[in-house]
C-alpha cells in the first residue's frame, strides 16, 4: 500500500479520493504543511508517499502515469508528486522548507507552464491558499535539491489545478473531452517500431494487453507464454512434416503476438521491473533461435544438412545486434556528434514513406519472425535460412555503411563512459588482458584508427586460417594465438576513437565464425549442432552484458569472464579441440557439448542471480507518449 497526502482547499464531492484509492493509495489529509510533513515522517519508510492537492482535475490516467511509474523516484504533474523512498529524504527536506529558493507554481494545465510560471515560495503565512499548490512548489524544491523529477508526457491528457470556478468547469469540459481508455490503449503502443508490428499487430494487441490487465495476468506471465509458444512452435518443426511447419508458422506468429502483448500490458499497466525487462529481452533471442535449431533438427529428419546454415544465421543475427549495441554506446553520450550524415538520416525520417521503407530494410523483430514464419509454411528450412541470410546481410551492410559515414563525418569527443562500454563489451579475457597490459605503452603511439584495423586483421587471419588450413593441423590453434595477441593490442589503449566501436563486433564475428568453419569442416558427426550450442551459450553471455551496461550496472563480475576463458581463449580451445579430436570419432562432439553446457551453466546461474536479485534501473521502450 502506499500513502497519498492531501493538502490544501478541499473541494466537497471530488472524485479524486476514490480515483487515488482505486490506483492502491492510502489517502489521508493534512491541513497545511507541517501537517503533511508530520505524515510524510509517520510513513514507513519503504512505501511510496504523494501529495496530491485537493483541487486537482484531470484524468485518472493523467494520476496513474505520475504516480505508480515505479521507474522513477520521484515524478510530479500539476498539482502531483510522488517520491519513492530514494526521494523520500529529500521530500522531507522539502517540506520542512530548510534553506528552500523561490519555486514555481505551477499553472492550470500541464501544456501552458513554460509560458505562465510564477515566482513563490513554500507557504510561511503569506502566501495565498488559493495561489499554494504545495505538491508543485515540494517538486521545484526537490529539483533545487539536486533530486530528478520525472514528468510524464501527458499529451491529450488533463491535469490542473483550477483557482476559480470559471476555470474548474473548463477543465472539467477538457476532462469530458479527450476520452481516457483511449489515450491508455494508443500509450501503450511503443513509440516507434517496425510496420508489420505497427500495422499487422498493435492495431489488435492493446486489446489483448488490456484483456489480460482486467484478469490481473502480469507482463512476465505473458512473456513465459510467449517464449512457450515459440518452444512449441521450434518442436512443431521438428517433426520435419508439412503440417509441422504450417503450425510452426502459425505459432510463432502467435508468440510474436504475446511478445508484443507484453510489452504494451506493462505501458498499459505501469508494471515495469527489472526482471521483466530481462526477461523480455533474452527470451527474443532463446525464442528466436530454439526455432532455428527446430527447422535444423526437421530439415535432418527429411536428410536435408541446414545445420551450418542455421548456425550461420544466428552468427549473424547476434552480430547485428552487437554492431547496434557498440555503436549506440560509443555514442550514447559523446559531445558535439553531429555529422551531414546524421543530418540527412533525420531528414528521411520526416518524410512519411521512407520513414516505413528505411524501417523495414534493417528486418527488425516484426519483419524478420513474420518472414520466417510464412516461408517455413510454405517452403523448406533451407530456403528459410538463405532468405534469413541475404536479408540479414543486406540490413547488416545497409545499417553499418550508415554508421560508418556518420562515424568518419561527425567530429565528437567520447567520454570514459563510452570507453568503459565498449572495453566490457569487448569481453577480454585473461590472456588477451595481460597482453594489452603489457602492450599498453607501444599501442599509445598507434594512429587512432590503429584499434579497429588491428582487430579486424587479427579477426580475419583467425577465420582465413580456419577455412583454408588443414583443420587437424597446428595452424589453426597458431592462428589462434596470433588473434589473442592481436586482440590484446587492439584494446591496450582507452577505445575513443571514431571507429572503436568496430572492436567489439569484430571479436564477435571472428569468434563465433571460427567456431561455425571449424565445426563445419572437420565433418565429425554432430560437431555442428554442439557448436551451435556452444555459440548459443556464448551468445547469451554477451546479450547479459548489454542489458546490464544498458542497466546502468556495468557489465559481469570479471570472475566469471575468467571462468569462460573470454572470446580470445575460447577461440583457442575450440582450434585446439578441433586439432586434437578431429580423428577420434565423436571425440569432437563431445568435447563441444561439454564446452558449451560448461559456459552455459556459469553464465545462466550467474545472470539468474543478478537480475533476480538487482536493484538495476527497468530498461524499458517507451510507449507513444499520452
Not at 498499459?268 to 527474443?284: E, H, K, P, R
Not at 530456403?383 to 545497409?398: D, E, N, P, Q, R
Request: glycine share 8%.
Amino acid at each position: 500500500m502506499s500513502t497519498a497526502i492531501l493538502t490544501g482547499p478541499a473541494v466537497p464531492g471530488s472524485p479524486l479520493e476514490g480515483d487515488l484509492r482505486s490506483l492502491g493509495f492510502d489517502v489521508r489529509t493534512a491541513a497545511d504543511q507541517r501537517q503533511a510533513a508530520e505524515l510524510l515522517a509517520a510513513v514507513p519508510a519503504g512505501e511510496r508517499v504523494a501529495l496530491v492537492d485537493p483541487r486537482f482535475t484531470g484524468h485518472l490516467h493523467a494520476l496513474r502515469l505520475t504516480l505508480t511509474d515505479p521507474r522513477f523516484p520521484a515524478a510530479a504533474a500539476p498539482g502531483v508528486l510522488t517520491a519513492q523512498p530514494a526521494a523520500r529524504p529529500a521530500l522531507q527536506r522539502a517540506l520542512a522548507g530548510a534553506g528552500a529558493p523561490p519555486r514555481p507554481v505551477v499553472p492550470a494545465t500541464a501544456t501552458d507552464a513554460p509560458a505562465a510560471v510564477q515566482e513563490a515560495v513554500l507557504p510561511d503565512g503569506a502566501a495565498s491558499a488559493l495561489e499554494t499548490v504545495l505538491p508543485d512548489q515540494a517538486a521545484a524544491a526537490l529539483e533545487a535539491d539536486g533530486t530528478a523529477v520525472h514528468r510524464p508526457e501527458l499529451g491529450t491528457l488533463v491535469a490542473a489545478v483550477p483557482r476559480d470556478p470559471q476555470s474548474a468547469k473548463e477543465t472539467r469540459d477538457a476532462v469530458a473531452a479527450v476520452d481516457d481508455e483511449a489515450v491508455r490503449l494508443r500509450s501503450a503502443v511503443k513509440a516507434r517500431d517496425g510496420f508489420f508490428t505497427t500495422f499487422c499487430v498493435s492495431p489488435y494487441s492493446r486489446y489483448l494487453a488490456r484483456w489480460c490487465a482486467r484478469r490481473g495476468l502480469t507482463p512476465n506471465q505473458v512473456t513465459t507464454a510467449s517464449l512457450l509458444t515459440a518452444l512449441i512452435a521450434a518442436g512443431c518443426a521438428a517433426t520435419g512434416t508439412r503440417g509441422g511447419y504450417v503450425a510452426a508458422g502459425v505459432l510463432l506468429l502467435l508468440s510474436f503476438v504475446l511478445d508484443c502483448t507484453d510489452g504494451q500490458l506493462a505501458r498499459y499497466s505501469l508494471q515495469y521491473s527489472t526482471l521483466g525487462a530481462w526477461l523480455d529481452a533474452t527470451f527474443d533471442r532463446a525464442k528466436e533461435y530454439a526455432y532455428y535449431a527446430g527447422l535444423a533438427l526437421g530439415a535432418a529428419r527429411s536428410g536435408d544438412d541446414v545445420w551450418a546454415l542455421a548456425l550461420a544465421a544466428m552468427v549473424l543475427q547476434t552480430c547485428r545486434h552487437v554492431i547496434d549495441f557498440s555503436f549506440n554506446e560509443a555514442n550514447h553520450d559523446a559531445t558535439g556528434n553531429t555529422s551531414p550524415t546524421a543530418a540527412l538520416s533525420d531528414k528521411l525520417d520526416s518524410r512519411g514513406w521512407t520513414v516505413w521503407v528505411r524501417r523495414m530494410i534493417v528486418l527488425p523483430i516484426g519483419e524478420r519472425w513474420a518472414m520466417i514464419a510464412v516461408l517455413t509454411a510454405l517452403t523448406t528450412p533451407r530456403t528459410v535460412f538463405w532468405a534469413l541470410l541475404i536479408g540479414c546481410a543486406f540490413a547488416a551492410s545497409y545499417t553499418t555503411a550508415g554508421r560508418l559515414l556518420r562515424s568518419l563525418t561527425r567530429r565528437a569527443r567520447r567520454t570514459d563512459r563510452a570507453a568503459r562500454a565498449l572495453a566490457e563489451l569487448t569481453d577480454t579475457g585473461p590472456l588477451a588482458g595481460a597482453l594489452a597490459t603489457a602492450l599498453a605503452r607501444p599501442a599509445r603511439a598507434l594512429p587512432a584508427i590503429a584499434p579497429p584495423v588491428i582487430a579486424l586483421l587479427g579477426g580475419a587471419a583467425v577465420v582465413a586460417t580456419a577455412a583454408f588450413a588443414p583443420v587437424a593441423g597446428p595452424w589453426p590453434a597458431l592462428a589462434a594465438l596470433l588473434y589473442a595477441l592481436t586482440s590484446g593490442l587492439a584494446v591496450a589503449r582507452p577505445l575513443k576513437g571514431a571507429l572503436d566501436w568496430l572492436v567489439p563486433p569484430a571479436f564477435r564475428a571472428a569468434e563465433y565464425t571460427t567456431v561455425l568453419i571449424l565445426a563445419a569442416r572437420s565433418e565429425v558427426p554432430g560437431a555442428l549442432p554442439a557448436a551451435f550450442g556452444l555459440v548459443a551459450a556464448v551468445a547469451y553471455h554477451h546479450y547479459d552484458t548489454v542489458y546490464r551496461i544498458r542497466g546502468g550496472t556495468g557489465a559481469p563480475p570479471a570472475w566469471l569472464v575468467r571462468t569462460i576463458g573470454g572470446h580470445e581463449l575460447r577461440t583457442l580451445a575450440v582450434a585446439v579441440l578441433t586439432a586434437v579430436l578431429t580423428s577420434r570419432g565423436d571425440a569432437l562432439t563431445t568435447a563441444l557439448t561439454v564446452l558449451a553446457a560448461a559456459v552455459a551453466l556459469v553464465v545462466l546461474v550467474e545472470s539468474i542471480r543478478f537480475w533476480v536479485s538487482s536493484s538495476a534501473p527497468a530498461v524499458h521502450d517507451e510507449g507513444e507518449p499520452a
